[in-house]
T-cell receptor, first 112, second 116 residues
Framework: GDSVTQMEGPVTLSEEAFLTINCTYT??????LFWYVQYPGEGLQLLLKATKADDKGSNKGFEATYRKETTSFHLEKGSVQVSDSAVYFCSTVGGSNYKLTFGKGTLLTVNP | GAVVSQHPSRVICKSGTSVKIECRSLDFQATTMFWYRQFPKKSLMLMAT?????????EQGVEKDKFLINHASLTLSTLTVTSAHPEDSSFYIC????????????FGPGTRLTVT
C-alpha cells in the first residue's frame, strides 16, 4: 500500500527563519499529494495540494512541488511566523475510495 | 465552501455509557465520509470508511460492534462509541469527500472524548 515518510520533529525556529519539512512517498500510479496543517485542539486544514508531476502547490507563503523523479513533496516557507506554529501532515490519496495516507506529522514551533 | 462540522466538540461520559458523534457536510454532498482517531502527539488513524446508504468498511483492528457508524444521508454520518471505556478517550475526527472532487477530503474540527 501507499506510505508517506516525513521529517520527524519537533522543529523549532525563530521568526523569519526558512522552513523545510521533507516528505517522500511510495504509491502506485500517480497519486495526488497534500499538506495539511493542524493547529492545537483543532481538526485538519488543507494547506496546499498538487495533483500531477511538477505541479507546485502554494498557500499562505508555503510551497511544495510534486517531484515524481524523487517521489518527494517537500514543504517550504521563506519566512515563518509565530502563527505558523502547528503540526504539519504530508499525505497521499489513492484507492477506489480515495483513502488518505498520512505521514506521522511534524510539530513546528516558531519563537518570536 | 466545503465545510464539515462535528458535534459535540467535547464530551465527557462515564464508563459503560454510549456516545454519539455527528459529522455533517454543510454545503456539499458527501457520498463518502471517513472517521479517524488521533492519539496525543500522533498521526491520524483511519478507523472506517462510510458510504452513504451502505455498511461502513472498517480498518483492520477496529471493532465494528464497538464503533457503530451510520451514514444515512448525503450530509450526515454518525459514530457511536458503545460501552465506552477510558481507553476510548481520544480525539475523533471525521472527513468528507465531495462527489465532484473525489481526491480531496474536508475535515471536521474534531471531537474530544473523555471517558471517566
Amino acid at each position: 500500500g501507499d506510505s508517506v515518510t516525513q521529517m520527524e520533529g519537533p522543529v523549532t525556529l525563530s521568526e523569519e527563519a526558512f522552513l523545510t519539512i521533507n516528505c517522500t512517498y511510495t504509491a502506485t500510479g500517480y497519486p495526488s499529494l497534500f499538506w495539511y496543517v493542524q493547529y492545537p485542539g483543532e481538526g485538519l486544514q488543507l494547506l496546499l495540494k498538487a495533483t500531477k508531476a511538477d505541479d507546485k502547490g502554494s498557500n499562505k507563503g508555503f510551497e511544495a512541488t510534486y517531484r515524481k523523479e524523487t517521489t518527494s513533496f517537500h514543504l517550504e516557507k521563506g519566512s515563518v511566523q509565530v502563527s505558523d506554529s502547528a503540526v504539519y501532515f504530508c499525505s497521499t490519496v489513492g484507492g477506489s475510495n480515495y483513502k488518505l495516507t498520512f505521514g506521522k506529522g511534524t510539530l513546528l514551533t516558531v519563537n518570536p | 465552501g466545503a465545510v464539515v462540522s462535528q458535534h459535540p466538540s467535547r464530551v465527557i461520559c462515564k464508563s459503560g455509557t454510549s456516545v454519539k458523534i455527528e459529522c455533517r457536510s454543510l454545503d456539499f454532498q458527501a457520498t463518502t465520509m471517513f472517521w479517524y482517531r488521533q492519539f496525543p502527539k500522533k498521526s491520524l488513524m483511519l478507523m472506517a470508511t462510510s458510504n452513504e446508504g451502505s455498511k461502513a468498511t472498517y480498518e483492520q483492528g477496529v471493532e465494528k460492534d464497538k464503533f457503530l457508524i451510520n451514514h444515512a444521508s448525503l450530509t450526515l454520518s454518525t459514530l457511536t462509541v458503545t460501552s465506552a471505556h477510558p481507553e476510548d478517550s481520544s480525539f475523533y475526527i471525521c472527513s468528507a469527500r465531495d462527489l465532484g472532487i473525489p481526491y480531496e477530503q474536508y475535515f471536521g474540527p474534531g471531537t474530544r472524548l473523555t471517558v471517566t
